[in-house]
């Protein structure tokens, strides 16, 4: 579904991605992990158009996507930070987005399912980190569309959002979506990710079932299996 050719990125004289190959099939849910300043947010920025290659090429369905824009309509992405107007209100923004995007949307199920219907005229700026990120997850599930990148989709949840948020992923998994997540949390990685994909330094170092990191570092516990992998290029 997705292929990432020979992408290289700098910023300056900081080389973040460096001759990136990379494949993600269409159907399941891919774990992008690796510490700060690996490069993830980066690449997904380079899928979204939001960063350009300095070389290579992104193809979504088999077209290159590089300067080009409708094939976002067949994506939905959840940013990290939700940084939204602060006059506006719930509602308002929500409005705003569906204006700005012609598909049909599910935002009342979603309101629902998140406890937001008493916040609806509320500002956001007046909002919690953890309500505004509910809003940021109904902005991002109430398209259907059959990609959905989340970047760090569980901050700021309580215990029950984020169990909603994992049944959510799930069910769109289960509807034959692709969904690609960055997250520091490993235990969602061990709940819901059918692979993962390791970056370091702007290269791939891993890619693969979690069961077949774990054996490769000879290690039971994901944590442990990824500080191994990132020791083990830094010896």
Known sequence: MIQFNNIHKRFGKLTVLDGLDLDIKKGGIFAVLGPNGSGKTTLIKCLLGMVIPNKGDIRFEGKSVLKKWEYRDNLNYLPQIANFPPNLSVIELINMVKNLRPKNSNEEELIQLFGLKSFLNKKLGNLSGGTKQKVNIVLTFMFDSDL?????????????????LKELIQKEKDNGKTILITTHIMSVVEELADEIVFLLDGKIYFKGSIDALKKQTDNENLEHAIANLISKQYA
Do not use: N, Q, S, V
């Not at 959905?148 to 909603?164: F, N, R």
């Open 148 to 164: 959905i990148i989340l970047d760090e989709p569980t901050t700021g949840l309580d215990p029950i959002a984020l169990i909603h």
